[in-house]
């Protein structure tokens, strides 16, 4: 089968597409034959700077996510042919992952869906709709009479939450550098735009929010937690910030009484999460959202995107 293998860290345009055996199905691994993949930032992270490192088992076909059938279901329950998700448990990290026609999965990794959407638009869900309905829901606790702010509401997760929360009902905020992002961002539904200058607490808010998805960081992290009315819930799920963790954390100082603050990883998807984002898909007519489409074979313009940044929205791999 076609597949890019990362043997070291390298640069984008020393990627190039391999001929490897398609993987044996073994108990507990669901053989998938890959339709599509969606990119994300840390697959340019482990290109870059990770793959040299010993908790990356190189040789290794990169990639966290994807969608399409299963070719052999093993003792998973599935079916063959069954239209499949799969992302994340150390997927494209630990072993083979979604740069390739076939990917051999842990079962408990791999979610069948009962969706008509084409398999580009699916692609674009696994990884992006699961970390924000994951914030939404997990964490935030979103309800239809809640004030959502989304901090980083252009990336390609922030967009995700905007569609996902008016599904639910509430109203959102959409915080973006750029006033030229607002007529996007009210298309895809917020209720109101506003410019993130980073101290968005010193007020001028058309509303004030009860939640803040934070998808800037730690950089914003206090402005968010002064921004909430109390009771409030701040969920920090993002580093577009670039600003990792907070420095000398004191947990009494830092959090103001009566706000809640929580962080989503998406590393545990469930099948009740997956089915919950399809439901809210169906029941909203939500459109997923991507922007650009490669093929394998034009694996180093789509990592060249990726790693420049300005995609707009989630970039595809089409298989
Ligand atoms: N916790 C988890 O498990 C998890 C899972 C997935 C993703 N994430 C994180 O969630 C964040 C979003 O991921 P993504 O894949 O959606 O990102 P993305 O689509 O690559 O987002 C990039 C866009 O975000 C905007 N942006 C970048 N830096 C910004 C800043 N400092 N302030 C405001 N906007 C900024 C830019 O849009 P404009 O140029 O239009 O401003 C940029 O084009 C990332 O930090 C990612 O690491 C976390």
């Known amino acids: 089968m076609k597949a890019i293998v990362l043997e070291k860290c390298c640069k984008a345009e020393d990627l190039k597409v391999s001929e490897i055996p398609v993987p044996q199905v073994r108990p507990g691994w669901v053989l998938v034959k890959v339709y599509a993949a969606g990119l994300n930032h840390s697959e340019v992270l482990l290109r870059m700077f990770e793959a040299d490192n010993d908790y990356i088992n190189t040789p290794i ?80 606790l979103l309800r239809a009479n809640d004030t959502l702010l989304v901090r980083g509401a252009t990336s390609t997760v922030g967009q995700a939450a905007i569609q996902l929360a008016k599904a639910i009902g509430a109203t959102v905020i959409a915080a973006a550098r750029r006033e030229s992002s607002f007529e996007k961002l009210k298309a895809i539904g917020a209720d109101h735009c506003i410019i993130d200058d980073g101290c968005i607490s010193d007020g001028g808010l058309p509303v004030r ?56 990883f998406s590393n545990f998807p469930t099948q009740e999460a997956i089915d919950g984002i399809f439901s809210l898909i169906a029941k909203a007519h939500i459109k997923p959202l991507y922007s650009k489409v490669f093929s394998l074979d034009e694996i180093v313009e789509a990592h060249t995107l990726l790693e420049k940044g300005g995609a707009g929205g989630k970039i595809i791999l089409k298989i």
């Open 209 to 264: 929010p009860n939640k803040v998805l934070e998808l800037i960081g730690p950089k914003t992290l206090r402005d968010s937690l002064l921004t909430v009315s109390r009771p409030g819930y701040v969920c920090s799920t993002g580093v577009l910030g670039n600003v990792f963790t907070v420095q000398q954390f004191d947990p009494i100082k830092y959090i103001p009484n009566g706000v809640f603050l929580t962080g989503f």
């Open 61 to 140: 076909v990169p990639g966290i996510e994807c969608v399409g059938e299963v070719a052999d279901p093993s003792d998973s329950g599935l079916a063959t042919g069954d239209r499949v998700i799969a992302l994340m448990g150390g997927m494209g990290r630990s072993f083979n992952g979604s740069y390739a026609e076939y990917a051999l999965l842990p079962s408990r990794n791999v979610f069948k869906v009962d969706s008509a959407l084409d398999w580009l638009s699916l692609a674009a869900i696994p990884e992006t709709y699961y970390t924000a309905y994951g914030s939404q829901k997990e964490c935030l």
